[in-house]
């Protein structure tokens, strides 16, 4: 029996630390958690630049899975860095490696979203992707009435043992270098051509060496301290043209840039200007509704190898040949061994705690285990349950209702800000030097106030912006934040191409779309000229992180609220079970005398019950036992009358009922004999009673 008990002792045991070792291994790694099943390839959900470098790997940002990718040009893995470990959210926006192979991450690190930035950082990782330690933070003191947005900074650029890089902030550029080997950060300020924002993007070599490009559409470049203009273009929503972005120099200290109207990228060399990447290539990548530019991302190079980003496809050209990575790219061995060993340990886990639940419960304490244990084990989960269901219907309801709120919100913002502005102003904004007008400003002052004027807590508008409605194109006009405030094509407005057709047939919408960041609500109304033609649409948009965040404190407190019902269950269920067990034992108590004779002995429960029908029950059977019990003591003493005792002693019987016709015993007696004279004579003389009564 001992070695039966055993066993089951032995596989809970064995089941319990197999649990607890599948637990920590899904805890450390927990992000593979989230993979597909077997996962061999992996796709780029919101890749946000691609870069080649000059140790021959492509970097690929990926803010989808936050992650950085090193991989090689035929698609292969080497390592990855899991970004989101920083905090709760990170956003990377650039990076860069030395001669030494080592890699620099810009990133924004924040509470919640991208645009609740906490700091700016800059961390350095070893050539395998290790880290090593963090060269540089900003940080800032954000609120969701001050949030930090659309941070505008240069390509960071990495040569001679100096990395180097800016940031954009209002009217003001910040330059930055840090040598390696010192282990020195120094910082500058450049404020030449700033005001108003007009810088749109720069790149740094060192403080008297850099290039940038202004909102208008000219490049300058700064050799030894003195500025030279090395391009003027321009694009109109008439004829086209140039929007240059994302300024890089090449190794022979060239000027390239991607051009946001055609989605080409240029290359300025000396006074020509010529294509680095052949246009015949990014045919058929554009998004279907989207203008040429608008897909093109990032992208970066080492001598004649490109790599970049256009709409949802990674890109890469050598100089001869273009491939996209749509299939995805190859994860490296031992990741896919890895994912593999967690989600199985994730199975495996949960079947071990089955497992050990079965051993324990049924197999080792089954006899020990109380009723209040029992119930407790299967009533608290269907409740939490069953809790958790009418909590997602009532959540689901409550959710629908918030939104509708927010269509009503939006719908009126976006009304009254349409007659807030002139239509005919906006008419008159045809091309990129309009930037430096006086109509331009008043626009985009007007989309500050509009935002600056809504003081509701719950949802503040995030951004107002203007789109032009020309020849079936919607251009992006002007914007209320500064840093992503200019004029450039954003769609084609084509039949069945989604909601801003809507906007041209004069019919406003409202929306809310999940983003890689998050939430985002906005609507649209039509704006109209002084004739009553459409010309464009008025845009207000919020950012859902107030929404976001309640739904945050809402998860937190039900789970509290969870707890507390079980608590509250326990407690019920611990007083009902309690009454039960009480009344129980009292037929236990009852049980026990009545085996041990005390036939007198009752239940003293009265209620209508399956206990008070148990105890009706038992005193039933009781009274019948000891009714029976007098009958039978009855029956023996008559017995006993005609058979004594001391002659079923003699035969070696103590139950009347096992004697047997023939039972006999031979034994040496003696007999006394005892003889009354003339008794028979005299007998017959008397009667049956006088005999009686003589004997």
């Keep these: 029996m001992g070695k039966k008990r055993k066993k089951p002792v032995a596989a809970f045991v064995l ?54 990718i090193c991989m090689d040009p035929q698609g292969r893995i080497n390592y990855t860095i899991n970004i989101n470990k920083w905090k709760e959210y990170v956003r990377i926006y650039d990076s860069v490696i030395d001669e030494n192979g080592n890699l620099y991450i810009y990133g924004m690190e924040a509470a919640y979203d991208a645009y609740m930035t906490t700091r700016d950082i800059i961390r350095q990782y070893d050539k395998n992707g290790r880290y090593i330690k963090d060269i540089f933070t900003i940080g800032y003191n954000n609120s969701l009435d001050n949030p930090r947005s659309f941070p505008q900074f240069g390509s960071m650029n990495c040569e001679d043992g100096m990395l180097t890089f800016s940031r954009v902030v209002r009217d003001r550029v910040y330059l930055y270098q840090y040598h390696i080997i010192q282990d020195r950060m120094e910082t500058s300020i450049f404020a030449e051509g700033v005001s108003d924002f007009s810088v749109a993007q720069l790149a740094l070599r060192d403080f008297s060496n850099f290039i940038y490009t202004t909102r208008d559409g000219d490049v300058y470049e700064v050799k030894e301290g003195r500025s030279f203009l090395r391009g003027s273009f321009d694009f109109s929503q008439d004829e086209g043209g140039i929007i240059p972005w994302y300024l890089s120099y090449d190794s022979a200290g060239n ?60 890109w890469y050209y050598n100089g001869s040949n273009f491939r996209t990575y749509e299939e995805g790219i190859t994860l490296p061995a031992r990741e896919r061994y890895e994912i593999i060993i967690v989600q199985c340990s994730f199975v495996l886990g949960i ?149 801003y057709e809507l906007v041209a047939k004069g019919k406003p919408f409202v929306s809310i779309v999940p983003y890689v960041y998050g939430l985002w609500a906005y609507s649209n109304a039509p704006l109209r000229n002084g004739a009553g033609k459409i010309i464009g649409t008025v845009e207000i948009g919020m950012d859902m992180i107030s929404y976001e965040i309640s739904v945050a404190r809402q998860q937190q407190e ?32 009852v049980l026990s005398e009545i085996g041990k004779g005390k036939y007198d002995s009752r239940v003293n429960y009265r209620a209508r019950d399956e206990i008070g029908n148990l105890s009706d029950g038992l005193n039933f059977m009781t009274a019948e036992l000891q009714n029976q019990f007098r009958k039978i003591s009855s029956l023996n003493e008559s017995t006993i009358r005609f058979v004594p005792l001391q002659f079923m002693k003699q035969l070696g019987v103590t139950d009347i009922t096992k004697m ?36």
């Design 558 to 589: 039900l789970v509290v609220i969870a707890i507390g019902i079980c608590i509250v269950i326990v407690l019920v269920l611990s007083i009902i079970v309690s009454i039960i067990i009480k009344h129980l034992s009292n037929i236990v108590k």
């Design 351 to 499: 079947i071990c705690f089955l497992l050990a639940l079965y051993f324990l419960f049924i197999r080792i304490l089954d006899r020990y285990i109380s009723l209040f244990i029992k119930q407790t084990i299967f009533i608290i989960p269907i409740t939490i349950a069953a809790f958790f269901v009418f909590y997602s219907i009532m959540f689901k309801f409550m959710e629908e209702q918030v939104y509708r709120e927010i269509y009503n919100k939006l719908n009126i913002a976006s009304t009254i800000a349409v007659k807030l502005i002139d239509g005919d102003e906006v008419d008159s904004l045809r091309s990129i030097k309009d930037f430096k007008t006086g109509t331009y400003r008043k626009l985009t002052r007007i989309l500050k106030e509009i935002c600056g004027n809504n003081q509701d807590e719950w949802n503040k508008i995030y951004y107002a912006a203007i789109y032009k409605i020309a020849d079936n194109r919607l251009f992006w006009l002007a914007q209320s934040n500064d840093e992503v405030n200019m004029f450039r094509p954003y769609a084609y407005i084509e039949e069945g191409t989604g909601e």
């Design 255 to 314: 000027i390239v840039f991607f051009d946001m109207a055609s989605a080409l990228i240029y290359r300025i060399r000396g006074d020509t200007l010529e294509e680095a990447v052949p246009r015949n290539f990014f045919d058929g990548l554009t998004p279907q509704g989207e203008m040429p530019g608008v897909g093109l991302a990032k992208f970066g190079f080492f001598n004649q190898h490109f790599a970049g980003v256009y709409g949802e496809k990674v």
């Design 15 to 68: 089941c319990v630390v197999i649990f607890i070792g599948c637990v920590l291994l899904c805890f450390l790694r927990r992000d593979l958690l989230r993979r597909p099943v077997f996962q061999e390839t992996m796709p780029l959900d919101a890749a946000f630049s691609a870069k080649y470098e000059k140790d021959g790997n492509i970097y690929i940002i990926d803010n989808g899975t936050f992650r950085l």
């Design 660 to 695: 047997k016709l023939g039972d006999h015993v031979q034994r040496n007696l003696t007999v006394l004999f005892f003889d009354i004279r003339s008794f028979s004579i005299n007998s017959e003389m008397m009667s049956a009673k006088e005999n009686f009564v003589f004997i």
